[in-house]
């Protein structure tokens, strides 16, 4: 098994109901997971979602903790599709939260916000247009006049 140079690994309450959860979601491919033969938590699970690779794990507050421990999360998971109107139907269906409903964006991408029923928010965008930094600036300027 090949690992690319940097992956999130995200911990949850309750790993096998998150697996399903990203599969039905973001139609996540699962590679493996290690159960615990005494908890029967998910010590170490793998999955795929457009390619890129996330390592999943129960909460074990001594090595892990879950956003619902934490208060929160610090991170937000960019996660770039085809559709951003129909991924955010899917994840809402499967039971994500939508924060922010798609929006074009002065970056050039159709962008949306959601959480996941374990915390964990997500960016979920596809670009619209292809945007030069300077042009960003600018654009972003004139929203902060506003």
């Not at 995200?10 to 697996?19: N, P, S």
């Not at 908890?39 to 001594?62: C, F, Q, R, V, W």
């Not at 074009?104 to 991408?109: L, P, T």
Request: net charge negative; aromatic share 8%; hydrophobic share 45%.
């Amino acid at each position: 098994m090949s690992y690319p140079p940097l992956l999130p690994a995200l911990a949850v309450r309750d790993a096998a109901k998150a697996l399903e959860f990203y599969k039905a979601a973001f139609g996540a491919v699962e590679r493996y997971r290690l159960v615990d033969p005494e908890s029967g938590k998910i010590g170490h699970a793998e999955l795929t979602i457009n390619g890129s690779m996330i390592m999943l794990a129960d909460e074990y507050p001594a090595f892990n903790k879950a956003p619902q421990t934490l208060g929160g999360t610090a991170v937000k998971l960019c996660l770039m599709v085809q559709d951003v109107d129909a991924l955010v139907e899917q994840a809402a269906r499967a039971g994500a939260t939508v924060i922010m409903p798609p929006k074009d964006q002065f970056y050039g991408h159709r962008s949306a916000s959601l959480q996941d029923p374990f915390g964990h928010q997500w960016l979920i965008q596809h670009e619209i247009e292809s945007v030069e930094p300077a042009e960003m600036q600018r654009r972003w300027d004139a929203m902060a006049k506003k």
